[in-house]
């Protein structure tokens, strides 16, 4: 769905009965541009709860509207709640079930924006938390930086759930040639160990990451491997075939992958 | 999942992090008996993503400190605006699909809390907007009252939807003692046609919504019809088999139905 078009539509039907947002928020980078104008008729809170229920999809960029939103919300306080709400949540499932303990209890975590966190490239001036076109170029540069940090939820989660007996399983979009700098990063960040490390090779390089994750985690499934619990901040990681006898989602405003 | 559990476990691990929710918000009912505790550390802004994105299951109650919260959100402009941009959504999906227009094109709808709203019985202060324990009785005697306004939202995206050829299913929860009552709501409530609605028998009593639901879909599918939506303010309505291309969630963090 194109959202100009949803814009466009609020602006229509929506625009005459809601209120704008207060501006009680410092500029977090300069406006330039066309950074000024503003979209009328956009709740963030609301477009937020939609990209996180999974009712607008397909979306390019955050709306104009609400980039100092979603700057103000990846930075502050309610994100870091949000991520350990749903790091609880995921917790109290996975210490009721009673494992086998054969080593094939799995729980698979996405990577970024669910174990490591590209808040600090993001919230660059020219990513703009999402709402500036996404860069292939820059953002690989900052991969192979490998300075990407935990999110500390997740890594609370990933800890706790070792403790427990899970073995851990990776599923990430990123690249094969990415393997070194991200086993180097996630070791940095607090995640030592691991079962496996999923990366996309070149040769899945034009699936949709539902695709692509449902077939990796269908591969783990018919290696004895038993799927207790997925988490992922995109729909992707949680739908499609295997998807685990529990999903949970983390927030995710700044971006959408198919 | 036990809520007195995680309340618990919020209280061990995420208090000493977490801010107090700003008294901001007058009295909606007077609090009588255990109803001024609170508890320390939960973010109800938090625990509302989580029951919307599916990270919180099988809860009993809404927590006891977000009660006032509920109860101003129901009552204000989020729910509203977070029900709107759901059927903004549903609607762009909508118009861009194009139908075959033989009459099997449908969209099916859940009832209470998506096409009609339960809030002024929930509003009540034995209900507590879903603090208080479920009373199948009174419930039972506000259905048959059968004046229950429609989401206006929802409304909306029906009578869109209308004109744009869609035949509308509504399948519920509500028992099948209910058709009368259930239909003369609907057309009160503005919901003048439909090409099915489908009620719980006697014989479904013991089915989850789950599974009850995927049930109904599926024969919807076997007599020719195709789901090209399904809105429902539970997962249940939207999980199972036979989901519908696209499914739409509507807020609802009153109460869960498995």
């Not at 039907?13 to 104008?37: D, F, K, V, Y």
């Not at 229920?53 to 390019?60: G, K, P, V, Y």
């Not at 808040?119 to 020219?126: D, I, K, Q, R, V």
């Not at 500036?132 to 690989?140: A, C, G, L, R, V």
Request: with cysteine; net charge neutral.
């Amino acid at each position: 769905m194109s959202m100009n078009f949803l814009s466009l539509f609020f602006f229509a039907t929506i625009a005459a009965t809601s209120h704008a947002i207060p501006h009680q928020i410092h500029l977090l980078r300069p406006q330039s541009g066309s950074a000024g104008h503003r979209i009328a008729g956009v709740n963030c809170l609301s477009w937020r709860l939609a990209v996180e229920t999974d009712n607008i999809r397909n979306w390019d960029l955050v709306p104009e509207a609400c980039e100092d939103y979603v700057g103000h919300y990846m930075l502050g306080h309610q994100y870091r709640k949000d991520c350990n709400i749903a790091a609880v949540a995921a917790y109290v499932y996975a210490k009721n079930v009673t494992l086998k303990g054969d080593g094939k209890d799995i729980w698979v975590f996405d990577i970024d924006e669910t174990a490591l966190s590209n808040l600090p490239y993001y919230a660059l001036p020219e990513n703009a938390f999402g709402a500036k076109e996404y860069n292939e170029t820059s953002f690989d540069e900052w991969q192979l930086e490998g300075k990407a940090p935990a999110v500390p939820a997740v890594l609370h989660l990933y800890e706790n759930l070792m403790k427990l007996g899970y073995k851990i399983v990776f599923i990430t979009g990123k690249s094969e040639k990415m393997r070194n700098v991200t086993e180097a990063n996630l070791r940095k960040s607090g995640y030592h160990t691991w079962e496996k490390l999923v990366l996309k090779q070149t040769s899945e390089s034009g699936e949709t990451a539902v695709v692509y994750k449902s077939k990796e985690r269908g591969k783990l499934v018919k290696e004895g491997y038993r799927i207790i619990g997925n988490m992922g901040d995109q729909w992707s990681d949680l739908m499609g075939n295997f998807t685990g006898q529990r999903t949970f989602k983390v927030p995710d405003p700044m971006y959408y992958i198919s």
